[in-house]
């Protein structure tokens, strides 16, 4: 089953629209890259040269002849696994500016740090991301009817907490339990943990491990890289440099703290989450039903900061995103800002419990739980009209 993903339309409006510039689409390993170039590749007959081969990487070193009879052959060039290749900014650099194909690449965002000539593409690129599965994009699928949809979307939360959301473990619905756990433990050991170690070069696997359990057994609290860095018996730098290498490559979400008063507001701490809840819970070996789970609270917090992370991304909004805590322990679990500076927040529960927003500057407040999740998503960081209070 192929799904429509949600950058599909974004991917349609480059391909129609004038030429002279890249379109990268980034995203973490497994989450549908290389399936959408497939989808291209049969509907403009376009070949894709995949950077995991040396013979498709030699056809892209910077030779203007060479170039020039690629982009007289394919009008698209779509390209996969871009970052296994950085000399290719050069070449693509010349495609751009001399011969003006279009061309599609996908592969991590690292790209920009492997490449020494990355920076010479200003101005020639835009970019998207593929990330895991989200609910906008599993119910935009799912031929629902309207009555059947409350209880179609509480399974699917319920599901997604547990499996999480990427394409080869939500989509093979006949798959037991047993091999779904399966593939996540591989996803984390061939992708999350052994191409992080290999394409960074770092020196300890197993610590880049334990710094993930460490952030996955305490979901909605504030990480502390001394604290963990001491219960690992770590150098701080070095818990923190993997934390940054997990956010890069879209393993981890980070949340900064909002700072209106300094007087009031106390943390200097960040808030980490998982990309994918699947991978959160294979890390922890727990997959108990959520009603069965002294930390479902946690889990829900995660899976709708997720969500909410996925929503920007796949609309390309200008949002940043914070939460907010006070001495006296008042607290909002997410605040949206946009460049005009609105804001929406959010207070998560897991369960129905009536709260009140605690925000200092005016904003959109939401109790955000099961009931009215959807909606939630389908509305974060939309409006530019002044927040009502």
């Given at each position: 089953?192929?799904?429509?993903?949600?950058?599909?339309?974004?991917?349609?409006?480059?391909?129609?629209?004038?030429?002279?510039?890249?379109?990268?689409?980034?995203?973490?390993?497994?989450?549908?890259?290389?399936?959408?170039?497939?989808?291209?590749?049969?509907?403009?007959?376009?070949?894709?040269?995949?950077?995991?081969?040396?013979?498709?990487?030699?056809?892209?070193?910077?030779?203007?002849?060479?170039?020039?009879?690629?982009?007289?052959?394919?009008?698209?060039?779509?390209?996969?696994?871009?970052?296994?290749?950085?000399?290719?900014?050069?070449?693509?650099?010349?495609?751009?500016?001399?011969?003006?194909?279009?061309?599609?690449?996908?592969?991590?965002?690292?790209?920009?740090?492997?490449?020494?000539?990355?920076?010479?593409?200003?101005?020639?690129?835009?970019?998207?991301?593929?990330?895991?599965?989200?609910?906008?994009?599993?119910?935009?699928?799912?031929?629902?009817?309207?009555?059947?949809?409350?209880?179609?979307?509480?399974?699917?939360?319920?599901?997604?907490?547990?499996?999480?959301?990427?394409?080869?473990?939500?989509?093979?619905?006949?798959?037991?339990?047993?091999?779904?756990?399966?593939?996540?433990?591989?996803?984390?050991?061939?992708?999350?943990?052994?191409?992080?170690?290999?394409?960074?070069?770092?020196?300890n696997a197993k610590l880049a491990r334990?710094?993930?359990?460490?952030?996955?057994?305490?979901?909605?609290?504030?990480?502390?890289?001394?604290?963990?860095?001491?219960?690992?018996?770590?150098?701080?730098?070095?818990?923190?440099?993997?934390?940054?290498?997990?956010?890069?490559?879209?393993?981890?979400?980070?949340?900064?703290?909002?700072?209106?008063?300094?007087?009031?507001?106390?943390?200097?701490?960040?808030?980490?989450?998982?990309?994918?809840?699947?991978?959160?819970?294979?890390?922890?070996?727990?997959?108990?039903?959520?009603?069965?789970?002294?930390?479902?609270?946690?889990?829900?917090?995660?899976?709708?900061?997720?969500?909410?992370?996925?929503?920007?991304?796949n609309r390309q909004l200008k949002i940043?995103?914070?939460?907010?805590?006070?001495?006296?322990?008042?607290?909002?679990?997410?605040?949206?800002?946009?460049?005009?500076?609105?804001?929406?927040?959010?207070?998560?529960?897991?369960?129905?419990?009536?709260?009140?927003?605690?925000?200092?500057?005016?904003?959109?407040?939401?109790?955000?739980?099961?009931?009215?999740?959807?909606?939630?998503?389908?509305?974060?960081?939309?409006?530019?009209?002044?927040?009502?209070?």
């Amino acid at each position: 089953m192929l799904l429509k993903r949600a950058i599909e339309p974004q991917i349609q409006k480059y391909l129609t629209g004038s030429r002279g510039k890249i379109l990268f689409i980034w995203g973490p390993r497994r989450s549908g890259k290389t399936t959408l170039l497939l989808k291209l590749k049969k509907k403009l007959r376009a070949p894709i040269f995949n950077f995991n081969t040396i013979t498709d990487q030699e056809v892209f070193v910077p030779k203007r002849d060479q170039l020039q009879k690629i982009a007289a052959e394919n009008k698209v060039i779509l390209i996969d696994e871009v970052q296994n290749f950085p000399e290719s900014t050069v070449g693509m650099k010349i495609l751009i500016d001399e011969f003006r194909p279009k061309i599609i690449a996908t592969g991590s965002s690292e790209l920009r740090q492997k490449s020494n000539d990355f920076d010479s593409l200003a101005g020639r690129y835009t970019e998207l991301y593929c990330l895991p599965l989200s609910i906008e994009e599993i119910r935009q699928n799912s031929p629902v009817k309207s009555y059947r949809e409350s209880n179609f979307l509480v399974n699917l939360y319920e599901e997604l907490q547990i499996f999480g959301c990427y394409p080869e473990i939500y989509l093979h619905k006949n798959m037991s339990e047993k091999s779904r756990i399966d593939r996540l433990e591989k996803i984390i050991e061939a992708y999350v943990l052994k191409d992080i170690v290999n394409i960074y070069e770092l020196k300890n696997a197993k610590l880049a491990r334990d710094i993930l359990i460490k952030i996955a057994l305490q979901l909605g609290s504030e990480a502390s890289l001394r604290e963990i860095a001491n219960s690992l018996q770590a150098n701080v730098g070095t818990v923190g440099n993997y934390i940054e290498i997990f956010i890069k490559n879209h393993i981890l979400i980070p949340l900064r703290s909002f700072k209106v008063n300094t007087r009031r507001a106390v943390s200097e701490n960040r808030k980490l989450y998982f990309a994918d809840l699947g991978i959160r819970n294979a890390l922890i070996k727990d997959f108990r039903p959520t009603a069965m789970r002294q930390d479902r609270g946690g889990v829900f917090e995660n899976f709708v900061i997720s969500e909410i992370e996925k929503a920007i991304k796949n609309r390309q909004l200008k949002i940043n995103k914070y939460f907010y805590r006070e001495y006296g322990g008042r607290e909002v679990d997410v605040i949206l800002e946009d460049y005009y500076k609105n804001y929406w927040t959010y207070e998560i529960k897991s369960g129905i419990k009536s709260t009140k927003n605690v925000f200092p500057l005016t904003s959109r407040f939401s109790v955000v739980t099961t009931e009215n999740l959807y909606q939630v998503i389908r509305g974060a960081g939309e409006s530019r009209l002044s927040p009502s209070g």
